[in-house]
């Protein structure tokens, strides 16, 4: 099967991952937005699970020897939640892993399971991540999950172009099974793209403000029985359909568009995010260290952005529907 990416161009997926890609459960996701409401607020940032599962998966194939990681790569997502992290806010998940607690589940009862069984696989091996080095890593550690979600959001947003994702996959390599820079300067360029990723599009206020609103909704939704638990696992446009079935809550969603105008505020305030700081600070290859450690400049640059970049924000919001 050959597929055609946005960020990486074409690749091929073999029979069994093309199974995987046409079941029923990977199809889900592309109902389901990686950036949460963002895109209410910028329509070009329309970036869903579906594609970031395709790109970490092949990522995965360009790095690992392994025919299992890009597999896990396809279905590490699946059982993300509508609207993505937005529900971590929800249920406060500072962790921002609400939907791994439903891993498993999501495998079994899309039959996922079996696929994997009946080539020869074992989902319990698929689904451990110690078993896989290239896939996911904790931050700040460079992985094929973190590396897909930076480069696809700079990239629609105008940040970066694919010349530059090409040098940047260039200038990767492997070193003792894990993804490293080649050099000291593609570590640090890596570096401050993971840093504009967090500042630029993660932590815009307007985007932010907008989640607030949404999880106030969500929770008054639950709150009035119009939304459950197992509705978060179903796609954004479900869970918004429901929404504007109730008149009360119709007229509210229809207020997170980008006219909102909000400021930062160090007040009382109910319009409060959780931030999680997702950047990626490279090992340089035959040093051993990050490039922070052996980089006085790009050190510096860390941690002014850990300084002025606060893990919990307040806001006023000026066109409060609420």
């Not at 963002?38 to 998966?57: C, K, N, Q, V, W």
């Not at 890596?190 to 206020?205: C, P, Y």
């Not at 029985?225 to 918004?240: A, C, P, Q, W």
């Amino acid at each position: 099967m050959k597929y055609e990416d946005e960020v990486f161009g074409t690749v091929e997926f073999s029979e069994l991952e093309k199974k995987i890609i046409e079941n029923p459960g990977m199809q889900r996701l592309k109902g389901i937005h990686s950036g949460g409401v963002r895109y209410l607020i910028y329509p070009h940032m329309d970036i869903t699970r579906f594609e970031h599962s395709i790109g970490t998966a092949i990522i995965c194939k360009r790095f690992s020897e392994k025919q299992e990681e890009s597999i896990a790569g396809l279905v590490h997502d699946i059982s993300h939640t509508a609207f993505s992290h937005m529900i971590d806010q929800v249920y406060e998940r500072k962790d921002q892993s609400f939907h791994e607690d439903h891993h498993h589940r999501f495998l079994e009862e899309y039959g996922l399971n079996r696929l994997m069984e009946e080539q020869g696989h074992d989902p319990n091996h698929i689904l451990n991540p110690n078993n896989f080095t290239i896939l996911e890593k904790k931050i700040p550690d460079m992985c094929a999950d973190r590396l897909d979600y930076t480069l696809r959001a700079l990239y629609k947003d105008d940040l970066i172009d694919k010349e530059t994702i090409q040098r940047i996959l260039k200038g990767i390599t492997v070193e003792n099974g894990f993804l490293v820079a080649k050099n000291k300067e593609e570590a640090r360029r890596i570096m401050e793209l993971s840093i504009k990723l967090n500042t630029e599009i993660f932590f815009e206020e307007k985007q932010e403000a907008a989640q607030m609103l949404m999880k106030e909704l969500l929770l008054q939704a639950l709150n009035k029985n119009i939304l459950t638990e197992e509705d978060f696992f179903k796609t954004d446009e479900e869970v918004m359909k429901k929404l504007r079935e109730n008149k009360e809550l119709s007229q509210k969603l229809v207020r997170i568009n980008p006219t909102i105008e909000t400021k930062r505020t160090t007040k009382n305030s109910k319009h409060r995010v959780m931030r999680k700081h997702r950047i990626m600070d490279p090992v340089v290859k035959n040093t051993g260290k990050r490039i922070s450690q052996i980089d006085p400049e790009t050190k510096k640059k860390l941690t002014e952005f850990k300084e002025n970049t606060p893990t919990e924000v307040k806001y006023e919001i000026k066109t409060q529907p609420f």
